[in-house]
């Protein structure tokens, strides 16, 4: 089945450094990724939509200038937190579609720790 | 846009017994309803999916039921047991746009 790889799995910085996460479709190309971020115990929040080739459309009151995404291929989506300081500390997840159009596929999630 | 309820929040069950999990979602233009498993520390995990023109969709001791004139869908877990215990979370889509998740519930199978 489709698997999507996202790394790290936990990453710990200092407040002020800036951090990427990685997610990769392992199997399939990937037209369209998504970022979510999910705090203890809720659920799941749509960041921000990754369209390969294109500038990332971002969900009302996600900072485009702090979270940075890139699409450069059709099996890689990258999220940068710059700047980072300790409210960004999250659990940050991928999900990209497969190409049955209905299948969402999603990442193993990053733990963020900001110091 | 879609807004997703799902109830109830937490859920306590004896292992054996059944678990009902329900969500209703507000736009009748979704068709497109998948639940995901969710362990501590990992992504979601799909465990089934259903597609607004079947009524129902079964696979072994899990299955999900859709009444799209009430815009409500269901998870039945059957003899439950102790690896069940997780957070489930339903979601909506109209499979082009990204999936809007419920607020999830906290399963507890007891032994």
């Known amino acids: 089945g489709a698997v999507v790889s996202q790394h790290p799995s936990r990453v710990i910085c200092k407040s002020g450094t800036s951090v990427k996460i990685e997610c990769r479709s392992l199997?399939?190309?990937?037209?369209?990724m998504f970022w979510y971020r999910q705090f203890p115990k809720k659920s799941l929040m749509l960041m921000a939509t990754?369209?390969?080739?294109?500038?990332?459309?971002?969900e009302q009151g996600v900072e485009k200038d702090k979270f940075l995404i890139n699409h450069a291929s059709l099996t890689l989506s990258t999220l940068t937190v710059t700047s980072a300081h300790p409210e960004d500390s999250s659990f940050y997840i991928c999900?990209?579609?497969?190409?049955?159009?209905?299948?969402?596929?999603f990442g193993s999630g990053t733990r963020l720790t900001v110091v | 846009g879609e807004n997703v309820e799902q109830h109830p929040s937490t859920l306590s069950v004896q292992e054996g017994d059944s678990a009902v999990i329900k969500c209703t979602y507000s736009?009748?233009?979704?068709?497109?309803f998948p639940w995901y498993k969710q362990e501590l520390g990992k992504g979601p995990q799909l465990i089934i999916d259903?597609?607004?023109?079947?009524g129902e969709k079964k696979d072994q001791r899990i299955a999900v039921t859709l009444n799209k004139t009430a815009k409500h869908f269901s998870l039945h877990i059957t003899e439950t047991q102790p690896e069940d215990s997780a957070v489930y979370f339903c979601?909506?889509?109209?499979?082009?746009?990204?999936?809007?998740f419920g607020k999830g519930t906290r399963l507890s199978v007891i032994a």
């Open positions: 999900s990209a579609r497969t190409g049955d159009h209905y299948g969402y596929t």
């Open positions: 199997d399939f190309q990937a037209t369209t």
């Open positions: 990754s369209n390969e080739g294109s500038k990332a459309t971002y």
């Open positions: 736009d009748s233009a979704s068709n497109y």
């Open positions: 259903i597609r607004s023109n079947v």
């Open positions: 979601a909506a889509s109209k499979g082009n746009t990204p999936l809007v």
